[in-house]
Nanobody
Framework: QLQLVESGGALVQPGGSLRLSCAAS????????IGWFRQAPGKEREGVSC????????SYADSVKGRFTISRVNGRNMVFLQMNNLKPQDTAIYSC?????????????????WGQGTQVTVSS
């Protein structure tokens, strides 16, 4: 059974850091790109970052460039999102998703499995 499980969300002060984890099971992680998405209350889902199957290609939303870093360890079936210098506008539920592609060139419609998400709240 294919599954993606996120963890690492928490309440953090502005300027703080968090590391989100996405544990994958039921499929060969190395064959697919993985994306991180977020959705804040009352807002549409936003793509945050994507990492290609080999980790050789990364992409970030403009709003997180220079602050967030995506990585993966295929041998451990894990994908990570390191988030630094967090801002209140980063508050959202963060989810990881499996792409049908090897690369990050597809749109949101090319992600076929999603995790339940983990809550990140940035507040003083």
């Amino acid at each position: 059974q294919l599954q993606l499980v996120e963890s690492g969300g928490a309440l953090v002060q502005p300027g703080g850091s968090l590391r989100l984890s996405c544990a994958a099971s039921g499929f060969r992680l190395r064959d697919y790109a993985i994306g991180w998405f977020r959705q804040a209350p009352g807002k549409e889902r936003e793509g945050v970052s994507c990492i290609s199957s080999t980790g050789g290609s990364l992409s970030y939303a403009d709003s997180v460039k220079g602050r967030f870093t995506i990585s993966r360890v295929n041998g451990r079936n894990m994908v990570f999102l390191q988030m630094n210098n967090l801002k209140p506008q980063d508050t959202a539920i963060y989810s990881c998703a499996k792409s049908v592609r090897l690369d990050c060139l597809g749109g949101d419609h090319e992600y076929d499995y999603w995790g339940q998400g983990t809550q990140v709240t940035v507040s003083s």
